[in-house]
């Protein structure tokens, strides 16, 4: 059973809402088409204008009516459901007549913030879905698995270089002019670089 909400205090939530409208709209905002039947209604029940009074096409009569396409597209086949005019308006008025003689409703209309927050939702459980198969796939390790690696290589490299330079090379360097020193230093380098490059290491 649902619980009513005393007129007062639901007239000052509408107002509220207003407000809130009112300065959205003043600081180049737009309203959703919720928020527009929302307006609608309100000035209908006051007596002032309640729209449009025509609409162009089934489009613009859903946008005016605060109701989905697929609605109208479902209430345009009931027997007693108003007929377009030969210059093909549609008489907001009578939809609305139609509407409450049927206690119609409509599917509720998402405003463009719903609409973005099920799209980033969709998108996230894509990409996680995406992340699942590649990992499954072996395109994608951990970073401690990086690690792991990184640190046994960096070793590897460590241990070639030393023994370059402290056992390898000292004898051949002995008796060598600053030139010829400076030409096996390279060749010890791009040994060990080579190594590296061939996944020797």
């Not at 929302?38 to 096409?57: C, I, K």
């Not at 719903?114 to 395109?139: P, S």
């Not at 040994?191 to 490059?197: C, G, N, P, Y």
Request: hydrophobic share 35%; aromatic share 4%; charged share 30%.
């Amino acid at each position: 059973m649902e619980a009513t909400l005393p007129p007062d205090i639901a007239r000052k939530l509408l107002n509220k809402d207003l407000t809130n409208l009112v300065k959205r709209v003043h600081g180049g905002g737009k309203l959703s088409r919720a928020e527009r039947s929302m307006l609608q209604n309100l000035a209908s029940t006051t007596g002032e204008n309640t729209g449009p009074p025509f609409a162009r096409n089934y489009v613009e009569l859903a946008d005016i009516l605060g109701v989905s396409r697929q609605a109208i597209t479902g209430w345009r086949k009931r027997k007693d459901a108003p007929q377009s005019a030969p210059n093909g308006l549609h008489d907001v008025g009578e939809w609305r007549e139609f509407m409450k003689r049927h206690d119609l409703k409509g599917a509720t209309v998402a405003t463009d913030e719903e609409t973005a927050l099920r799209a980033r939702k969709l998108l996230a459980e894509v990409e996680e879905r995406e992340l699942k198969v590649a990992v499954r796939k072996g395109l994608y390790v951990t970073v401690e698995q990086v690690r792991q690696e990184w640190t046994t290589i960096a070793g590897r490299v460590t241990a070639l270089l030393r023994n370059k330079f402290e056992n390898e090379l000292p004898p051949i360097l002995s008796g060598l002019d600053a030139t010829g020193i400076q030409e096996e230093c390279r060749r010890a380098i791009d040994e060990v670089l080579t190594l590296l490059h061939q996944g020797d290491v």
